[in-house]
Nanobody
């Protein structure tokens, strides 16, 4: 299984980025896809999740109303649209997958991709 995150970069506060996670290596039916982020010296935090074969989504309170998670099953890709970015959003963003049940705990996810760095300048 491979999860490849991309789309990070340097952006000014108030700007936006679209992160992508290309998934391959298995069928992800009944899997939950999640985005997490980790700032230097901090724990890996939940950002958002979506069921691969459904539309239910969950968000961390800190990103509600600013970030949107979506997926394109035909392209095997999950997206995280990040709007109105703030300096505190600066982190390495990771995509991950777990079977069946929603969870905000990073230790419960089975598959991880390499992260993509987002830097938001003030």
């Amino acid at each position: 299984v491979q999860l490849q995150a991309s789309g990070g970069g340097l952006v000014q506060a108030g700007g936006c980025l679209r992160l992508s996670c290309a998934a391959s290596g298995r069928t992800f039916t009944n899997y939950v896809m999640g985005w997490f982020r980790q700032a230097p010296g901090k724990e890996r935090d939940f950002v958002a999740s979506i069921r691969w074969n459904g539309d239910s989504t969950f968000y961390a309170d800190s990103v509600k109303g600013r970030f949107t998670i979506s997926r394109d099953s035909a392209k095997n890709t999950v997206y995280l649209q990040t709007n109105n970015l703030k300096p505190e959003d600066t982190a390495v963003y990771f995509c991950a997958a777990k079977f069946l049940a929603y969870s905000t705990g990073y230790r419960t996810y089975d598959y991880w991709g390499r992260g993509t760095l987002v830097i938001v300048s003030s």
